[in-house]
């Protein structure tokens, strides 16, 4: 999604002198940040930004592809691992006694068929 063209783009003071330097200077250095909510400017093309995500710097390489999102999109802060062993237990006894409502509904089913086919025989 697109930011508004009325909006200036937000990148932290430190970062973007940072940059700045490097370019000057043509050097390629991993650049540490904890700014999230740093936007991405074609100025940062090409260079690594280490951000952080609550527990670590993710590195992240920066690509033409990457302009106007915020640095934390590409730095995930967790990682979703399943449901807890409690969720899974009841979520499988579900299953299991909708299975058993299943087939008892067709053993009834199948009982009527054979009560009416009686009855017909009789006929």
Known sequence: MARSLRKNTFVANYLSRKIENLNMKKEKKIIVTWSRASDIVPAMIGHTIAVHNGK???PIYIS??????????????FIFEGHARKDR????DKKTKNDQKARNDQKTRN?????NDKKREKR
């Open 111 to 115: 009982d009527k068929k054979t009560r």
């Open 89 to 92: 237990k009841a979520r499988n």
């Open 64 to 77: 033409h592809d990457m302009i106007n999102h915020k640095l934390g999109e590409f730095s995930p802060t």
């Open 56 to 58: 670590e710097h993710l």
